[in-house]
């Protein structure tokens, strides 16, 4: 019986050609996979947040121990519109986490490792969380922070943050001001040199 999801074989030509033959989804032309994945990928806004570790002493049975809760880095999905600093109270507990396809099988790989930060907003859960996710700790490899198209921030990026990202159209701050990226061409007939400028607006929070 013929495999019907994406082969994981050993020889990449082969398990390519295997894939296309064989995968219902990938014998779809390019413009429906390509609407299927947003359908999947698009959720949205990724909060991305930290969980400190915690050490809590406690007593069993006469025997003193440490509890340890596990801490880090980890991500909560929203909705686009909704503020991730001022999260309502009667609102359900946000989603966790994101289901992705990139590590079913080498072609869906390189056709949707970049959508997730290209198709939803991100945000941090507060400025030292982006710096130490961001900057610090590095995790986001290049290709990842420059699919990134728009930042929900608390303040204005510094310029060595914005450059760091390197392809941010739309960054909107807590208090609702968006800032979106005009590029314009100058003396095109000398060379076309392109500048950049921010046009600022106010939106209001889901």
Not at 29 to 39: Q, S, T
Not at 91 to 98: D, N, Q, V
Not at 187 to 199: F, S, V
Request: charged letters at 25%; one cysteine or more.
């Amino acid at each position: 019986m013929p495999p019907s999801t994406c082969s994981r074989a050993s020889s990449p030509a082969s398990s390519l050609d295997r894939n296309q033959q064989f995968s219902p989804l990938l014998r779809l032309p390019p413009e429906l996979r390509n609407r299927i994945y947003e359908l999947v990928l698009d959720v949205g806004q990724i909060n991305v947040c930290f969980k400190k570790w915690e050490h809590k002493l406690r007593t069993r049975n006469g025997q003193r121990y440490y509890e340890t809760t596990v801490g880090g880095f980890w991500c909560r999905i929203l909705d686009k519109d909704q503020n991730p600093w001022r999260e309502p109270k009667a609102a359900p507990p946000p989603r966790r986490g994101l289901k992705l396809l990139s590590p079913v099988c080498r072609q869906l790989y390189h056709e949707t490792a970049l959508l997730p930060f290209r198709l939803n907003a991100w945000s941090f859960e507060s400025l030292h969380v982006m710096d130490r996710f961001v900057m610090k700790e590095k995790r986001l490899s290049l290709p990842h922070r420059r699919a990134i198209r728009m930042l929900y921030a608390q303040t204005v990026l510094p310029t060595a943050v914005e450059k760091y990202f390197g392809g941010l159209e739309v960054v909107v701050l807590e208090t609702g001001l968006t800032m979106v990226r005009r590029v314009s061409e100058n003396n095109p007939e000398r060379g076309r040199t392109k500048t950049a400028a921010w046009d600022v607006y106010h939106r209001k929070w889901k």
